[in-house]
């Protein structure tokens, strides 16, 4: 069973930098997959931030591309979310997953808050 | 970016009756559109992908219909585990994917 596993601080200093891993079990980074990084305000919607593939690869939402960057880490089965200038605005629970387009394998969510 | 609109924000009907969620997209998103249900504190779970075509183990009570611009998520029989949020999800034109706001189920 695939299994996803967010981590990282969960609180951010505003213009700070947000930084998150997800933990895969149960399959290899390097298989045939996208990796995805999508967060949710609270009590709101969904947004979709970004990909990457195991080859290192990575698309990015057009909203966020100046301040996101995703990598992958192949010897420990992990990737990785780093959110530059952080404000209010990021406060969010942030996701990782598996897939494109479909998403199957959710991580459960952190929730990352943006506050001094 | 195609922005994805769904109706209503939420919607109340009582167990055992049908519930009929829409979705509509700002431009034609052919049938690449997939539904998700999210339960309080859990991540989304898939439900419908291609428009019509049921995830693994859902049950047969969620379909979907629709192609183009407008999608409807109909669920029969509603059950007490049905009552959640829904989130509509296109994904036509790869990356990027963009989200509807959410339609939240509830008992009436």
């Known amino acids: 069973q695939v299994q996803l596993q967010e981590s990282g601080p969960g609180l951010v200093r505003p213009s700070g930098t947000l930084s998150l891993t997800c933990t895969v079990s149960?399959?290899?980074?390097?298989?045939?997959?996208?990796w995805t990084w999508v967060r949710q305000p609270p009590g709101q919607g969904l947004e979709w931030i970004g990909e990457i593939y195991h080859t290192g690869d990575a698309n990015y939402s057009p909203s966020l591309k100046s301040r996101v960057t995703i990598s992958v880490d192949k010897s420990k089965n992990q990737f990785s979310l780093s959110l530059t200038s952080v404000t209010a605005a990021d406060t969010a629970v942030y996701y990782c997953?598996?897939?494109?387009?479909?998403?199957?394998?959710w991580g459960q969510g952190t929730l990352v808050t943006v506050s001094s | 970016e195609i922005v994805m609109t769904q109706s209503p924000g939420t919607l109340s009907v009582s167990p055992g009756e049908r519930a009929t969620l829409s979705c509509r997209a700002s431009q034609s998103v052919s049938s690449n559109l997939a539904w998700y249900q999210q339960k309080p504190g859990q991540p989304p779970r898939l439900l419908i992908f291609d428009a019509s075509a049921r995830a693994t183990g859902i049950p047969a009570r969620f379909s979907g219909s629709g192609s183009g611009t407008e999608f409807t998520l109909t669920i029969t029989s509603l059950e007490s585990e049905d009552f959640a949020v829904y989130f509509c999800q296109q994904y036509k034109n790869w990356p990027p994917t963009t989200f509807g706001q959410g339609t939240r189920l509830e008992i009436k």
């Open positions: 997953a598996r897939g494109r387009p479909r998403l199957i394998f």
């Open positions: 149960g399959d290899s980074i390097s298989s045939s997959n996208w």
